[in-house]
Every structure is written in C-alpha cells, then in structure tokens.
C-alpha cells in the first residue's frame, strides 16, 4: 500500500485507495510513530478523532479509534460531525498530543481522506508525515492490526466520546465581539455546502437582530450541484442567487470541513478569495490595530505585499499549504497567515485555518466600518490599485507530473504577455513574477490529480493572457 501525505493530509478514491484497511495501517503508523516520539514510561500520547459529513466518514473514523485504542493512545472521538477547526481546538484545550480528521475537505464526492494534525492544532509536520509513511512502506503488506471495540475501550478507559463544538463556539467570543455582532441588524447568506459546518453561524446568531439564512445544510455525501464543497465561483451559484434574489448583507460559503471561506457580495457577485486575504490583513491592522507579519502562500495576493510595505510589517511567503505556513506563523507571531483557496489563520487561535472565524471577523469589519461590503472593498483598492485574479484548473494524472513540471522549467523565458520577468520562483511549482507585480503560477495540487495556473495582474486581459501563456508552457 502507498500512502503519501500531500499538503493537506492523505485522500484517495473511497474503496479504491481509501479503504478500512487502508485506514487501519495509517492510524497503526501514526500510534507507533507517535508512542516513540511522546509517550512516556507509564504514559499514552492522546489524539483527537474527528470525522466530516462524507459518505462513510463515521464508519472510517471509528476504524482508526479502533486501531489507535488498540496500540495504547488515548482516543477523543467525536460523537457526530464536526469542523476540522473544532478538533484543532479540542486537541489545544485537552493537551492532546494531535488529531486525525476523517475529510477530503473541497475534493469531489468520491474521495475521503484523513487529516493530522500536530498538538498546536496545526498540520502536523512533514518530518513526522514522512516517517509514518516509511513505516507504512516497510511493513508486510498482510499485516493486519489489532483493533479495540470502541466500547471495550471506553470501558478501560481509553476512549472517551466528546462533542468539541460548544466550546469551540465559546472560544470564537474570545477573539470577536460577537454581542456586537448579534446587534448590528445584518442579514448573511450561509452555505455550509452540505459540510460539517452547517448549523453553526445560525446557531451562534439564533434569536438576534442578526439574521443568517442557511443553505445546503442537510448532510449529502453526493455533494448535488456541486464538483466538490469548494468554495469557489463555479459552486456558489445557488448562494450568489439567494443573495442577489434578498436583502442581504452577504453570503459566506464553507467547504467540507469549514475551514475554508467563500464570500458573495451584496449583488450576488463572487469575491475572490485573494481578495478577502486582503480585507482580512486590512482589517486586522488598520481596524484591530494588531501589528506583526503576514505568511502567505506563494499563490497568494500581492496586495499583501503592498499592505505590509503601507503599514511597515515584514511579511513571508511560503510554498503552498499550512504544514508549511504554521511553523513560521508560530516562529514570528504572524497576525494572520493565508493561502489563495480562502484557507486563513489568525494570532490568538492556533495556527490552522478557520472558515468561520474568518467569516466573522469579516462581518466586524463591515460594523466598525458601519459599512458594505463593496465599499470597504473600494477602501481597499484606493490603497493597493487595480487587480484581477484567476486560477485555471486541468485534470492531469499524477504520472505527467514530472514530464509537465520539466518543460515548463526548461522553457527559456523573459518576458510574459509583454512584460519583462523580474524574478523567477520555484518554492512550490514554477512561479515568474513581472515588473509590474503581476504574476503567474504553475503547480501540481497535493491533493488531487490537477495541473493548477494562478495569474494576478492589474486587468482581466492581462490576467487571460498569463494563462493562456502558462498552459502554453505547460504544454497542456
């Protein structure tokens, strides 16, 4: 069996290469590696096991409760559906060890796949993630591990069901004035996508001057509608027209695991992710007065850039995904780290993404602002200019990945769309940045098998004309 640990955890196919068996020799890994590296004579290193509203997730994550049980770590097993940023919070709160998340988070319905997580609540790192997967390499394929009955171990005490979403909750009140919130009068759209964070922004605004209408918040494993619970233009139709229909404030759309945000204005027009990474960074220092540097990953925004030259604060960019980002959130007290698919972190939470608090610290810009949306937008582009974003998304299996990579690295290029290159990056793909700030990114996803092309620039044309120019290199 071959598992690899992309930038976002492990995913397959279910009941092609995401099986129980599967599943099982992952969560034996993880146990033994995790015994040798923090348990103590006497002592169990304890996880957290969390599961979204994917098909079969209850049954996966109960399968590596068994396993972990078995191989002496304490098990926190959530009782029903849960966000990946509330377990990141149990593990925080109980002093775990880590987590698993049983999630495929935005990938297309027929995948599940099995996050880890470190005991800051952040992805745990890839020196850890690699040495599970050499045990897993090394290990007779007919190894079958020892399991535990769920109840045999909780009756030893050795696991414990928990429901970690109130005081997650609670946690939120610590890091946004949520009374004030509650008062404003606002009306928001919420598309939980058929994910585990439906329920929970009506729930933190029940019976206030504050309305949230839900969409999508049955649990669907089919996804209908969608490609996958991505929140991107191409699957917020149905809340672009809820919103544009109402009166509504705004819609805010989660992916599977809530820990990415979507964002519909006023009109029913989609916000670019890149765009709200900017709001947020300008909310944080200019509104909150916070002070300290920014992560971004290398697909990320230059309008941080310019907003961490404005307000005199370093900033850091990072190859694609958290396992990269947390580190250096932690080793600088970042005020906020953030990444192009909407994924944010934020100094005072642990050093993950947070789909929600995301969202709610949007919606208290727009009431200090006493403000829409689209004008705080226009106060934001008064300070960085004009720009465009666009990703281009391929399917392409992984085997091109080495042939595709190579001809776009051994292309000679000096100019893009009529610009001059002034700086050429190959942190995370092949990324040319122009004189003009614009850019373009080539990379392979680390979670599914897609080509990826990224292009920011002060105009739509010119943003077309850079992936045009980038499938060109590409050969795709």
């Known amino acids: 069996m071959t598992v690899r640990f992309g930038t976002d955890g492990w995913r397959g196919v279910i009941a092609e290469d995401f099986t129980f068996g ?3 020799r992952v969560s034996r890994a993880l146990a033994e590696e995790l015994r040798e590296r923090v348990g103590g004579e006497g002592e169990s ?18 399968a590596a409760a068994e396993v972990l049980a078995a191989h002496d770590v304490h098990v926190y097993l959530c009782t029903a559906p849960v966000p990946s940023p509330a377990v990141s919070h149990a593990i925080v709160e109980r002093g775990a060890d880590g987590g698993i ?7 297309p319905p027929a995948f599940n796949g099995l996050k880890v997580k470190g005991r800051s609540g952040a992805p745990a790192s890839f020196t850890f993630l690699r040495a599970v997967e050499a045990r897993l390499a090394a290990e007779p394929g007919d190894a079958e591990p ?18 970690p979403v109130p005081d997650y909750l609670a946690s939120l009140g610590q890091l946004v004035d949520l009374d004030a919130l509650r008062n404003a009068g606002l009306t928001v759209v919420a598309d939980a996508m ?16 504050t309305k949230v209408i839900e969409i999508n918040g049955s649990i669907n494993p089919a996804f209908p509608g969608l490609r996958g619970p991505e929140p991107i233009a191409a699957n917020l139709s149905r809340l672009s027209r809820v919103v544009a229909d109402g009166d509504p404030s705004l819609g805010l759309a989660f992916d599977g695991d809530a820990d990415r945000l979507g964002v519909v204005g006023a009109g029913g027009e989609y916000i670019s992710a ?4 900017a ?17 971004k990953s290398t697909n990320a925004t230059a309008m941080l850039d310019r907003l961490a030259e404005d307000f005199g604060v370093p900033i850091y960019e990072t190859p694609v995904g958290f396992t990269a980002m947390a580190p250096l959130m932690r080793e600088h007290d970042a005020i906020l780290a953030g990444e192009e698919s909407g994924g944010f972190a934020f100094r005072h939470h642990f050093p993950d993404r947070d789909g929600l608090l995301a969202g709610l610290f949007l919606l208290d810009l727009l009431v200090r602002r006493n403000s829409d949306l689209a004008t705080v937008i226009g106060a934001l582009q008064q300070r960085v200019g004009d720009w465009f974003y666009e990703r281009l998304d391929i399917p392409c299996p992984r085997e091109r990945c080495g042939e595709v990579m190579a001809r776009v690295q051994g292309a000679s290029v000096k100019r893009l769309a009529g610009v001059p290159i002034a700086e050429v990056s190959d942190i995370a793909g092949q ?6 700030e614009s850019w373009l990114l080539i990379r392979f996803s680390g979670t599914e098998p897609v080509l990826r092309l990224y292009a920011e620039a002060h105009t739509p044309e010119r943003v077309k004309g850079l992936l045009a120019r980038g499938r060109e290199l590409a050969g795709v």
């Open 45 to 62: 290193p304890a996880l957290v096991v969390g599961y979204d509203t994917r098909f079969g997730s209850a049954q996966f994550a109960a």
């Open 22 to 24: 599967a599943v099982r």
């Open 101 to 107: 998340v049983i999630t495929a988070s935005h990938n």
């Open 431 to 436: 990324k040319y940045v122009l004189e003009d």
């Open 146 to 163: 020892v399991r535990l009955a769920l109840d045999s171990a909780e009756d030893h005490g050795q696991l414990d069901r928990i429901n």
């Open 279 to 295: 709001l947020l960074a300008l909310y944080l220092l200019e509104v909150r007065g916070w002070s300290g540097p920014i992560i």
């Open 274 to 277: 890149q765009t709200v990474f």
């Open 194 to 209: 058929f994910g585990a964070g439906a329920g929970l922004l009506p729930k933190l605004f029940a019976e206030s001057a």
